[in-house]
């Protein structure tokens, strides 16, 4: 937007807001001119909702831990795939043979 100096100072902006009215008029009809939530429709930096309950339920269980604590539970937690036994039911590494 262009910087205007002088007694029409701001004149740019009141056009500006003027024509964003005009134009949700003429999209929305009367409808358009009524107030609209100003709230965001998403958050960028907002933790799925999974993660969020963990994290809440580890500081719910053991208050002392500091986040550093709490990131290396979850990143253990997220990385650790499904226990794998093998054919017999014994850990890997431990088979014994028939």
Request: glycine fraction near 10%; charged fraction near 30%; proline fraction near 8%.
């Amino acid at each position: 937007m262009r910087k205007s100096y002088g007694p029409f100072k701001g004149v740019d902006d009141l056009l500006a807001v003027g024509y964003k009215i005009f134009d949700r008029c003429q999209e929305c009809g009367i409808q358009g001119l009524t107030d609209r939530s100003r709230r965001p429709y998403r958050y960028a930096n907002q933790l799925p909702f999974q993660v969020e309950n963990y994290i809440l339920n580890v500081k719910h269980e053991h208050p002392s831990p500091g986040a550093r604590k709490i990131r290396e539970r979850l990143i253990r937690r997220l990385l650790r795939g499904p226990a794998r036994t093998d054919r017999n039911g014994d850990a890997p590494g431990f088979f014994v043979s028939p």
